[in-house]
């Protein structure tokens, strides 16, 4: 679904993504892990067309280079960000109809007032999905930081996208509620969702991955299953020690 050829990203002398190839494919969780500054998130923003790159990025078959960020929703990609980008201004479900733009057009706003249109019975079955249903009308400003996560991931979901990146979606969730992240995750997935994951919870990315890929200083140095990443020697003593073995 998802093909990433020789992918390298420099930012003046220092090259961020060297070299990188990836390819993810349908229906899977695939989880892109490495320290703080190993360049997965820049990774997300090639994908994004955010930041200058040489290489490939296809997605179905489609070179993503030049390609406008707002057509990247329309033809089924969206993503999240490590912090939270939620109008605490708005209620619940309006932060969720924000991630039914690319496929309403105009109407949108008309939804987003309140009147007819054609996300109404997506905007349900999501609130519905991710359990949010009772918190529609509630204003996200006084909502716990773990039920804003769930917000972001169902406003991502809402547009029904073929692929959804999550930066860091246990980033600052309490440990009670990483089993509910992890079953949302899961299901998302089960829909029909295909997930490129970057996380730093190694118990969450070996627990729910279906492939993992290994960065460090903006290179590849291993994938495979989630088994395979915990006994690898060159990730172990590249930087997670004994951590990788109390996830796996």
């Given at each position: 679904?998802?093909?990433?050829?020789?992918?390298?990203v420099?930012f003046?002398?220092v090259?961020?993504v060297?070299g990188l190839?990836?390819?993810?494919?349908?229906?899977?969780?695939?989880?892109l892990?490495g320290?703080n500054?190993?360049?997965?998130?820049?990774?997300?923003n090639?994908?994004?067309?955010?930041?200058?790159?040489?290489?490939?990025?296809?997605?179905?078959?489609?070179e993503?280079?030049?390609?406008?960020?707002?057509?990247l929703?329309?033809?089924?990609?969206?993503?999240?960000?490590?912090?939270?980008?939620?109008?605490p201004?708005m209620?619940?479900?309006?932060?969720?109809l924000?991630g039914?733009?690319?496929?309403?057009q105009?109407r949108?706003?008309?939804e987003?007032?309140?009147?007819?249109g054609?996300?109404?019975?997506?905007?349900?079955?999501?609130?519905?999905?991710?359990?949010?249903s009772?918190?529609s009308?509630t204003?996200?400003?006084?909502?716990?930081?773990?039920?804003l996560k769930?917000?972001?991931?169902?406003?991502?979901?809402?547009s029904?996208?073929?692929?959804?990146?999550l930066?860091?979606?246990?980033?600052?969730?309490?440990t009670?509620?990483?089993g509910?992240?992890?079953?949302?995750?899961?299901?998302?997935?089960?829909a029909?969702t295909?997930?490129?994951?970057?996380?730093?919870?190694?118990?969450?990315?070996?627990?729910?991955?279906?492939?993992?890929t290994?960065?460090?200083?903006?290179?590849?140095?291993?994938?495979g299953?989630?088994?395979?990443?915990s006994?690898?020697?060159r990730?172990?003593?590249?930087y997670?020690?004994?951590?990788?073995?109390?996830?796996?």
């Amino acid at each position: 679904m998802l093909a990433i050829e020789n992918l390298t990203v420099r930012f003046g002398g220092v090259v961020a993504v060297k070299g990188l190839n990836l390819t993810v494919e349908e229906g899977e969780i695939h989880a892109l892990i490495g320290p703080n500054g190993a360049g997965k998130t820049t990774v997300f923003n090639a994908i994004f067309q955010v930041v200058p790159y040489t290489g490939g990025i296809q997605f179905a078959g489609r070179e993503l280079r030049g390609l406008p960020r707002y057509r990247l929703a329309e033809i089924g990609v969206t993503r999240t960000f490590q912090n939270l980008s939620i109008f605490p201004s708005m209620t619940v479900r309006e932060n969720i109809l924000v991630g039914a733009h690319s496929k309403t057009q105009s109407r949108f706003v008309a939804e987003l007032l309140g009147l007819s249109g054609e996300p109404r019975q997506r905007l349900a079955e999501t609130l519905d999905f991710f359990g949010l249903s009772s918190l529609s009308p509630t204003y996200a400003a006084v909502l716990p930081y773990g039920t804003l996560k769930t917000v972001e991931l169902a406003r991502a979901f809402i547009s029904n996208p073929k692929l959804i990146l999550l930066d860091e979606p246990a980033a600052g969730i309490p440990t009670s509620e990483k089993g509910t992240l992890k079953g949302v995750i899961q299901r998302m997935r089960d829909a029909g969702t295909t997930i490129l994951l970057v996380e730093h919870d190694m118990e969450l990315v070996m627990d729910i991955s279906d492939s993992v890929t290994v960065m460090d200083f903006g290179e590849k140095i291993a994938e495979g299953t989630p088994a395979q990443i915990s006994a690898d020697k060159r990730v172990i003593e590249a930087y997670l020690g004994e951590e990788i073995h109390a996830a796996s």
